[in-house]
C-alpha cells in the first residue's frame, strides 16, 4: 500500500452531496414540495425571507405570480425595462408593473373587463394553472374551452398537480406554486410555449470559470454542453455539477436547476497514474478512459494526476470526477484555523478553533441523532462529545471520519438566569427583572442559529439563558406532554402531580382548571406552574395514508392533507396493529405547535360532521378506473372554520336539493369514500348574549363553539360563508331574523353552533368610491379606495352609484355581488378623540371598526386619497390640514360600527 503521506495541511473533510440546493427550516425533509422548493430557490426564481424560512403556507398574489413567470419565460430584462401604465390599478411605480404588463402582453395573465389587473389579489389554484398550461404553450383549442375544469384536466395530464388536492377556488400557497412550476419544467411543451425561446440544455457539467482557469473569459462559462455567458443565475456553486440550463438568445444562462446525482468527496493526499490517495477512503482506483475535470478544462485522469495538489476535492460521480484544487481557496473556511496534529494512531486530526455548540439531536428532532451542529460545521459526536458543552465557545479535533474526539472550553464567562418574557429589546428574568439587549446580538436556540430579534418570540417562559460577549445561548424549558385528557380534569393531577396553585390558559386565554374538557390537550411548565390547554381538533374520513400505511408522512382527512405528526400519532395511523383504518372517521388532536399528537374515535357529532353547504356541483372522472363517470361533489364550510370539498353520493346540485345552498347540513360516511348531505331541521333560537359567561338565550356555549356567518347566498351560486368571534358581535341579542340554525352540543342543551344571517357586516368591503362608470346598457365598474387599497369592481343592473359615495361592497372574483349607501351618522369639523375600536365626534362615541377607511381630497379636486386615521388626526391637530367637513359612516347593522370617514380639506 502507498505509504500515508502525514506532512500536509488538511483542509476541511467534508461528506456530502453533489447537490447545492437552498435549504429553509420549515421545510421538512419529508415535505412533498421539499424538492420543488430547495430547486427553484437555488436557481432563484422563488426566494425564502431571508429569515431562514420559506414561508410555504403563505399566499401569493397575481403580481407575484406574474413575476415568477416571466422569470421562467426569459423576459426579466424586458421587465425591468417597462413601466407603462397600463391597466388601471398599476401605477408606474408598483413594484411589479414591468412583470404584470409583460406576461399581459404574452397573454400568460390577462386583466379584467374594467381595466384593472388585480395586482394585490390571491391567485387561485385554477388561475395558478391556467397561467402555467399557457406557459407552456397550450391554446384554448388544444385545452377545451370549458375553464376552468378543462385547464385542471389538462394540468393533471401533463403531471403538473399530482399529488396536489386543492379546490379550484382555493388560494394558491408557495410552497403549491413552487411544486406546480418545478413539475412544470420537465412537462411536453405545447406548439406556442412561451418558454420554448430559452434553449434548454440537460445534463450538462459546469466545469469552468475564470476563478479556476485564467484563460476564461471572466463573463463565461464552460460546461459540457457549450461555453455560455454567466448571466444573474450564474453562482460557483454549480462548478462540478450536472444540471439543466435555461439560455436565452444572447447566450446567457437564465436559469439553473440542479440535478440530482451523488458524489463520493475525497481529500486527497496524492494522485497516481490510476489511483487517488485520500484522507476518507485510503486508495481509491480511477479508471483512466474517466471524463474528468481540473482546473477548468476537460483531461484525462493520468494527464492530470501527477498534478493534483495534496488538499484538493475529488467529486467522484456515476459517470464523471470533478477535481477542485486546493489552491483555490474557500471563502467559508478562512475563518477557521486547520492545524496538523495526530492521534495516538498516528492519525491526522484536525484543530477546529473557537466555535459554538448549538445543536444536537435532543434539542431539535431534525439533527442526525449522532450529529454536532456548530459555527464551523457539521460533526459527529464521538466519545468526547457530552451536553455539558452546549452553547459554549470551545476547540474541537476532528478526526478523517469528521468525528469529535477531543473538546477544549474556551475560558469565558456568562450570566444565565430564568427567562420570564423576551421583547424586541428587553429580556425579563427571575433573577434580576428587565434588562436590555441588543436585537443583532447572535443568538442560538432549539439547534438553529439566528439573531436574538428573529428568534426571542419563541421563547419558552422558563427557559435559561447564556448571555456571553458577543452571543447568547437558549436552553428550552422543555414542557412536560403533550397529554390528552381521556376522562375530564381530574386527570391532569395524574399527568403532572400537584395542581392546586397552577395557572390555566386554554387556546391562549385564562381559564380554571374545571374548564378542561375530554379530549384536550395539556402541557406542563414546571417552572412556572403554568398549564397549557389545546382544544383544536378536526374530525373527517380517513382518506389515504401518504405515500402508504407502511410509510407514513401524511394523511388526508376529508379532503385536507396533514403532514405535520407527531410520532405517538403515527403509530395510530400507519400499519401497527390496532391502527385506524382507511375510511373510519377519527379525529385529530392537535398540540401547541399545530403537529396532530393524539387521534382518536369520537363518539357522536362534532364540528367537522356539519357546516354549510356553499356549493354542489359535478366533474367528469379523469381517474382511470372511472374514467369518463360523471361524479359528484360539495364545498362545505365546517362548523369548526375549515373549507372542504367532499365527493357525494348523489348530485346535490339539481333542483331537488337547490334550498341546501347556504343552509346548515350533517355530513354523514358512506364508507365507500362519498358522503350523504342532510339538511339540519331549523332551531331559530333567539335572545341575549351573556359573553362572561359564555351563553347565549340562556344556553352554555360549549368549550370549542363556533360562530359562522352568512355573508352572502343564492341559488345555484355558491354562498360565502365566514367563522366569527363572538367578540366581534356587537349586538346584545339576535332576532329570528338574524339566527339560521343553531346546533346543540349535547342532552343539556349546550351550544355547539350559532349560524347567523350577516350581522357583523365584517364580510365586506367598505370605502370611498374613487370612480362610477355606466357603459350605458346597465354595466357599472366601480373604484372604491378603502384601508386595504384601491380596488376594482365590475356589475350588472340594479347599482347606481356616483362617484364620492360612501358604500359597502361584497364581491366575488371581482364581480359585484351586492353594494349599499353607507348610513352617516356624524359630520363635524374636527375628531374629538378615538381609540383602535371607538371614535368621539361633537361628544358622541361610536363603535369602529380597527380596520377603518380614511379617505381624503381638497375641494375641487376630483380625485380621493388613502390615509390613516392617525395621519388624519396628526394633520389636522398640526395645522397643516383645516377640515372643511368630516363626514363618519357607519354600516346598516344594528349597533353599526362606524367604517368609512370622508373629509373634504379647505
Known sequence: MIKRILSIMLCFVLLMTASSFAAFNDVADESLYKEAIESLSGAGILKGYGNGEFGGKDPLTRAQFAKIVVALSGNEEAAKANNTEVFTDVDKNHWAIGYINVAAALGLITGYPDGSFGADEKITYAQALTVVIRMLGYSEAEVGKNWPNDYINKASELSLTDKLSFGRNDILTREAAAYIIYNSLSAKEGAGSKISKLTKYEDVIIYGVNEINSGIAE?????????????????????????????????????????????KVYTVISGYQDEIETI?????????????????????????SSAITAGSKAYIYGDYIYIESSEKEKTEEKDIDYTLIYDSFGEV????????????????????????????????????????????????????????????????????????????????????????????????????????????????QGSRIYIYDDYIYVEENKLKGPYTVTKDYNQVSEFFGNTDDVTVTIDGEAAKLSDIKRFDVVYFNDITKRLYVYTDRETGIYEKAIPSKENLSGIVLSGTTYSAIDIDAKKKLDDTEGSFKINDRITLLFGRDGSVVDVVD????????????LKAYSLVSSDEETKGKKEYFADIMLASGNKVTY?????????????????????????????????????????????????????????????????????????????????????????????????YANEMEDIAVIYVNNITFDGYTFGVLNKAVSDGEANYSYELKSSSGTVNYSGSAGWSFVKGEAVMVLAK???????????????????????????????????????????????????????TLGDL??????????????SIYADKAKNGKVRVIRVTLK
Open 219 to 263: 463573463d463565461e462559462v464552460l460546461t459540457s454542453g457549450g461555453t455560455f455567458k454567466k448571466g444573474s443565475a450564474y453562482s460557483d456553486e454549480y462548478l462540478g455539477k450536472k444540471v439543466t440550463l435555461r439560455v436565452n438568445t444572447d447566450n446567457e444562462i437564465v436559469m439553473i436547476i440542479p440535478g440530482k446525482q451523488e458524489a
Open 280 to 304: 476518507e477512503g485510503g486508495t481509491v482506483k480511477i479508471d483512466s478512459g474517466s471524463n474528468v475535470y481540473y482546473k477548468g478544462a476537460k483531461v484525462s485522469y493520468p494527464s492530470v
Open 349 to 460: 486530526l484536525t484543530k477546529v478553533e473557537d466555535v459554538i455548540i448549538y445543536g444536537v439531536n435532543s434539542v431539535n428532532s431534525g439533527i442526525a441523532a449522532d450529529e454536532v451542529l456548530t459555527t464551523g460545521g457539521t460533526f459527529k459526536k464521538g466519545s468526547a462529545y457530552s451536553d455539558e458543552y452546549l452553547g459554549k465557545k470551545v476547540t474541537l479535533r476532528v478526526n478523517s471520519d469528521k468525528e469529535i474526539v477531543m473538546i477544549t472550553p474556551e475560558e469565558e464567562k456568562n450570566d444565565a438566569y430564568t427567562l420570564l418574557s423576551a421583547s424586541g429589546d428587553k429580556i425579563e428574568t427571575a433573577e434580576t427583572g428587565f434588562f436590555d439587549i441588543d436585537g443583532k446580538i447572535a443568538a442560538y436556540y432549539k439547534g438553529t442559529k439566528s439573531t436574538y430579534e428573529a428568534l426571542y418570540p419563541s421563547f419558552m
Open 602 to 613: 369520537i363518539d357522536g357529532r362534532t364540528l367537522s360532521d356539519m357546516g354549510v353547504l
Open 647 to 743: 365527493k357525494t353520493d348523489t348530485e346535490y346540485s339539481d333542483k331537488e336539493y337547490k334550498e341546501y345552498t347556504g343552509k346548515f347540513v350533517y355530513i354523514m360516511n358512506n364508507g365507500d369514500g362519498t358522503v350523504k348531505i342532510e339538511l339540519a331541521k331549523e332551531n331559530r333560537l333567539t335572545g341575549s348574549f351573556d359573553k362572561s359567561v359564555p351563553s347565549y338565550a340562556e344556553h352554555d356555549l360549549q368549550q370549542n363553539y363556533s360562530i359562522l356567518e352568512l355573508v352572502y347566498s343564492e341559488k345555484y351560486d355558491e354562498a360565502i360563508v365566514r367563522k366569527v368571534n363572538l367578540r366581534d358581535i356587537s349586538v346584545s341579542s339576535l332576532g329570528s331574523g338574524d339566527v339560521i340554525h343553531v346546533e
Open 813 to 867: 372574483d371581482g364581480k359585484l355581488k351586492e353594494i349599499y349607501e353607507l348610513k352617516e351618522v356624524a359630520s363635524a369639523t374636527k375628531i374629538d378623540s378615538f381609540t383602535d375600536t371607538k371614535i368621539k365626534v361633537d361628544g358622541k362615541v361610536y363603535a369602529m371598526d380597527d380596520e377603518v377607511s380614511v379617505v381624503y381630497k381638497s375641494i375641487g379636486e376630483s380625485e380621493w386619497n388613502m390615509t
Open 873 to 886: 388626526s396628526e394633520n389636522l391637530d398640526s395645522g397643516k390640514w383645516k377640515a372643511n367637513i368630516i
